[in-house]
């Protein structure tokens, strides 16, 4: 018997419960601006931090923490322990979709070609127990960070093989999330950056990535898989600096190698943070210059700098990020994935299922509150007020294109002379807190 075929079953209890393993929130075919709360948010378990990581931390070198039958034992047998383990635990939460890397899945061989026959067994085998259980896929990614070849670089390594070998990773999961009917394929640059400038080429760099990126691309069209391509952006950890540092430098690099229209981003909330902007900053970015792809939905810690992956619990910070989506109308390709983990003191296998209980109820809570927000139409109207003018024939003319000395001999012989206008910001703060 598995570790998590104990559990209960979670189902919604609604906002009174006090039982702490059902939801009080997430009412997965509660129907709201049009769709049940499970086809907007999306959400899904992430493999890693839920099956692979074994409560390690910097300090703890060696024996993983938690006891879990597939810590041990010969790696291909403990690898489907693992996926037994897994589906038994989507299904007793039952959200609709999962991700995973393709080391999580499946232990990495002596070769390529082994590693792709093993991973190719463990995939065979997830497809039946998809099929079975309905768990969908959000989406697939390589792991192009944790072994030591990828040191320096996957893509922007100074070596060619590694490319060559991060290339042909990429196909070969690109091409298993296609099979295996995936939303999204995610590339995150974990080492697409480097420790220190003495000993790099940033602009080749660059170049490499781009490259990279291309046959990704390229090859995404000629095996026809419909689902988009994101990168998910992330300013540093594990190396000092990175390229994806956020949504518009992805964008600058995207329009820099052409691909702005073939490839979109995958926000993580903590991402966002520790890049020093706010999550709802990179949000709304990516609506505004149509990269809105999917998100990670994790939280930081607002003492330490660090990812720290944690599960999302507080449904008030997540309001104005939720609005700005729901505005942009929502996801297509994209849901939420939780790309979080309990704490390493958190041994019980019914922690894990109370982290993502806790989750999904913080941003379903969060989304009620948004979309309740979003029908009343209150700040949205406020902003639009606020820029009404732009509507009028001299907002028209500027972006019809006047010209300077258009623009001067209109101020000049009108005699136009604007008076500051309150922004209102603490009026609007209520607004929003009316509806949390
Ligand atoms: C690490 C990233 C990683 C990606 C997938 O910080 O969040 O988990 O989501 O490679
Ligand atoms: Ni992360
Ligand atoms: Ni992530």
């Known amino acids: 018997m598995s570790l998590y ?14 039982n702490p393993l059902a939801f009080r929130w997430y009412d997965a075919n509660r129907v709201v601006l049009g769709k049940t709360l499970a086809e907007h948010l999306r959400p899904a378990v992430c493999y890693w931090h839920s099956f692979c990581w074994g409560g390690q931390d910097p300090f703890a070198l060696g024996q993983p923490l938690f006891e879990r ?7 291909m047998a403990a690898a489907r322990l ?3 383990a897994a589906f038994d635990f989507f299904d007793r939460l039952g959200l609709p979709f999962w991700c995973f890397h393709d080391r999580d899945v499946a232990p990495e061989g002596a070769t390529l070609r082994e590693s792709h026959a093993m991973l190719d067994t463990l995939l065979e085998k997830a497809a039946r127990k998809m099929e079975d259980t309905g768990v969908r896929l959000l989406w697939g990614t390589a792991n192009l960070f944790s072994h030591p070849r990828y040191m320096g670089g996957a893509a922007t390594n100074p070596d060619p093989e590694v490319f060559a070998h991060a290339a042909a990773q990429v196909k070969h999961v690109l091409e298993w999330t296609h099979r295996l009917g995936g939303a999204n394929y ?11 400038l003495l000993n790099t080429d940033l602009s080749r760099e660059l170049d490499q990535y781009g490259r990279f990126l291309a046959a990704v691309v390229e090859h995404k069209h000629k095996i026809g898989f419909t689902g988009a391509l994101l990168i998910e952006p992330k300013p540093k950890e594990p190396t000092k600096h990175q390229y994806d540092f956020d949504t518009a430098t992805v964008y600058g690099f995207l329009k820099r190698y052409g691909l702005e229209h073939e490839v979109k981003v995958n926000i993580e909330v903590n991402h966002a943070t520790l890049s020093g902007h706010s999550f709802e900053h990179e949000v709304a970015t990516a609506c505004a210059l149509g990269l809105m792809g999917s998100l990670d939905a994790n939280r930081g810690d607002e003492q330490l700098g660090w990812d720290t992956d944690q599960f999302p619990n507080n449904h008030v910070a997540l309001v104005p990020a939720l609005h700005a989506l729901i505005a942009h109308g929502g996801f297509s390709s994209g849901g939420m994935n939780f ?30 509150c948004a979309a309740a927000l979003h029908e009343s139409g209150e700040l949205t ?3 639009q007020q606020r820029y009404a003018g732009w509507n009028g024939a001299l907002g028209q003319r500027i972006l019809g294109g006047a010209s300077l000395q258009a623009l001067s001999d209109e101020v000049l012989s009108r005699g136009l002379d604007p008076r500051p206008v309150s922004g209102r910001q603490e009026r609007l703060e209520n607004l929003v807190n009316r509806f949390v």
């Open 339 to 368: 790309d979080a983990r309990v704490r390493r003191q958190s041994l019980d296998p019914a922690d894990l299922l109370a982290g993502h209980i806790g989750g999904i109820d913080t941003l379903a809570r969060a989304f009620l």
């Open 69 to 75: 039958a597939w810590f041990q034992g010969e790696p």
């Open 381 to 383: 109207q406020a902003v």
């Open 5 to 18: 075929a104990d559990l209960p079953r979670v189902t919604y209890e609604g906002p009174e419960s006090t």
């Open 82 to 84: 693992k996926l037994d």
């Open 186 to 196: 995610v590339l995150w640059g974990g080492r697409e950056g480097y420790e220190t």
